[in-house]
């Protein structure tokens, strides 16, 4: 009975913030332009989603605020992944970083551009430690270097594989001819 | 004794100690326990571990290469293979991400039915994972009953999608087709004997003195540690932090199903158990839950540009047979932009990010795997440990190879 009671107050308290959610997460976004104006570079809101352009040397910096910060509490980093956009186009490399709140469960996706010709980020391992496995994957298949990662080796291929496999440029069947020895 | 090779990157370092006081042992790939192909490197002192150091990608297969390469719709079978004991929720992932860049509605009983469906993979999930877990610790009799009401569920799903491991059930925009004739009756049967089944594993389990003593204390990770190493959910919610995505950013409808996130506060393997076995309970709430929804109705949305239509419409109707013709010719545009959608998996918060230029084929996927953000706290939880209390500690895991590897 008093479930019922919980559950229907749980639903209601979330029918009343729903409208409120896009309002907070607009009201958040332009309180961190205003304090962050230069790690904020492009604000874009699209399919229900919020996503910040950063530059490379603000993203450590903007990722501890994020983290710390009581109203954005973006303590779980839930993925980090990279994405290439075709050897043509410069900037050629993305990093998104997916953060989620356990307090707010608010979502938020960072994003960093970077030309081919200097493909570095700094790590947020020193933030959120799961980044170290992501930007490990990051590195292997994009060869996106993380400055300061304790252990930037690849993962899922094996340490002599040469080339970044997830680049457009990069074979879906790769180089090696099919053999048994 | 040095091993000297000039193969080995240096982070694997050999230990060379005079007295041979340290052993660096490989666990793996091959090995019963592990669950899949996975390499652990184990620096030994005695039957301590001192360090562990995880080895994977020996499933390897490009799949979010693959994605590149196929249009939207192709790229289903794909995510059947990833985590291949909940590949209905690889699916729904997918599909939902898909759905969210074109913005489609879907339709009631779909929605019911995917529900249904996602909740019946994962009590079939955690039946491998009770059987291996234990059988892992000793208990050889769990394991045979777990997948004998495997068997059951996968008889359902078999009936519904024509696959018991690679389903492919969800479409973007809806379902493959209708559930069965006489599929309700038979999910009602399983659903009857099941909690019985539960109350069955309890008994062998839950007051074992043996199992208890192998699960209790044994890989400790807390749960400030747990959230900064990105683990969610069952080993999240046994360390106490009740997140589950059905929850915190629901989707097809969970918010309207009535069902408790079950949360143990003492960080162990024994806590995740208990956590998953009142998972599997919760789970058969909410399947009752979606029997009891199910109204007949549409199963596909109505987008024409996106849904095949039915095979009669196909076969009478010019503008049916254009579409039809167009969407497995051509595929069909997604408009450009950029989508991670999560949703609960049965070993976490499994998340999909689908990047579309505006063309039939996506520009770039990404799953999210939580087997595999869970095993990079791995070493955390194992170091100072004992071997056999790793082989427990890989076990609560819940650690699919494929969804690890991709």
């Known amino acids: 009975m008093s479930k019922d009671i919980e559950r229907e107050q749980a639903i209601a308290e979330q029918a009343a913030t729903e409208p409120l959610k896009d309002q907070a997460g607009s009201q958040l976004i332009s309180a961190l332009q205003a304090t962050h104006a230069d790690a904020v570079s492009e604000v874009i809101q699209a399919f229900g989603e919020i996503t910040i352009i950063v530059p490379r040397e603000h993203i450590v910096e903007l990722c501890e605020y994020l983290k710390t910060k009581p109203e954005f509490n973006f303590n779980l980093l839930a993925d980090i992944c990279g994405a290439d956009r075709g050897p043509e186009e410069d900037p050629r490399f993305e990093v998104n970083y997916h953060l989620f709140s356990t307090t707010k469960f608010h979502r938020l996706r960072l994003k960093v551009v970077l030309s081919e010709e200097d493909a570095r980020v700094p790590t947020v391992t020193g933030v959120w430690r799961t980044a170290n496995w992501h930007e490990r994957e990051t590195f292997d298949m994009f060869g996106v270097r993380f400055d300061g990662h304790p252990d930037l080796r690849r993962i899922l291929l094996p340490d002599d594989w040469q080339g970044h496999a997830l680049r457009k440029d990069f074979p879906l069947r790769g180089y090696e001819p099919y053999s048994l020895s | ?406």
């Open chain 2, 1 to 406: 004794m040095s091993v000297s090779s000039t193969n080995i990157p240096p982070q694997f370092e050999v230990v060379d100690q005079p007295l041979d006081t340290q052993m660096t042992i490989s666990m793996g790939p091959q090995h019963p326990s592990t669950h899949g192909v996975l390499r652990l490197e184990l620096v030994l002192d005695g039957e301590m571990v001192v360090k562990c150091t995880p080895d994977i990608g020996y499933l390897h297969t490009g799949m979010e290469k693959l994605f590149e390469y196929k249009k939207y719709q192709q790229g289903i079978v794909i995510t059947d293979r990833m985590d291949y004991l909940n590949p209905l929720g690889n699916n729904l992932c997918y599909v939902m991400a898909v759905e969210k860049l074109l913005g489609i509605e879907i339709p009631e009983r779909a929605q019911v039915i995917r529900v249904l469906m996602c909740e019946l993979q994962r009590i079939a999930s955690h039946m491998v994972w009770l059987g291996t877990h234990a059988l892992d610790i000793g208990a050889m009799t769990v394991f045979f009953y777990a997948f004998r009401e495997r068997e059951k569920i996968l008889n359902l799903i078999e009936a519904a999608s024509g696959g018991r491991m690679t389903p492919s059930y969800f479409r973007i925009g809806g379902l493959m087709m209708d559930l069965p004739a006489g599929f309700e009756r038979r999910t009602q049967q399983f659903i009857d004997k099941f909690p019985k089944a539960v109350d069955e594993f309890e008994t062998l389990l839950s007051g074992n003195r043996i199992f208890q003593t192998r699960t209790q204390g044994v890989g400790i990770i807390t749960a400030d540690d747990a959230i900064d190493m990105g683990v969610t959910g069952p080993c999240l919610r046994g360390s106490g932090v009740a997140i589950d995505v059905r929850r915190t950013n629901p989707y097809t409808g969970y918010e309207t199903y009535d069902f408790e996130i079950p949360v143990e506060q003492s960080c162990d393997v024994w806590a995740r158990y208990v956590v998953r076995m009142r998972e599997l309970r919760e789970s058969l709430k909410i399947v009752r839950q979606a029997l009891g929804r199910l109204k007949p109705g549409p199963v596909k949305a109505d987008a024409p540009k996106v849904v095949l239509p039915d095979r009669e419409a196909m076969k009478t109707h010019m503008d049916a047979l254009i579409h039809h013709f167009l969407i497995v010719a051509e595929g069909f545009n997604v408009p450009a932009g950029e989508v991670y959608h999560p949703i609960e998996g049965s070993k976490g918060e499994l998340g999909c990010y689908v990047k579309s230029d505006g063309g039939p084929k996506p520009a770039r996927v990404h799953f999210r795997g939580p087997s595999f953000v869970n095993l990079a706290a791995l070493p955390h939880m194992s170091e100072g440990e004992m071997v056999a209390d790793v082989v427990a500690i890989i076990g609560s895991l819940d650690i699919v190879l494929g969804e690890i590897d991709r």
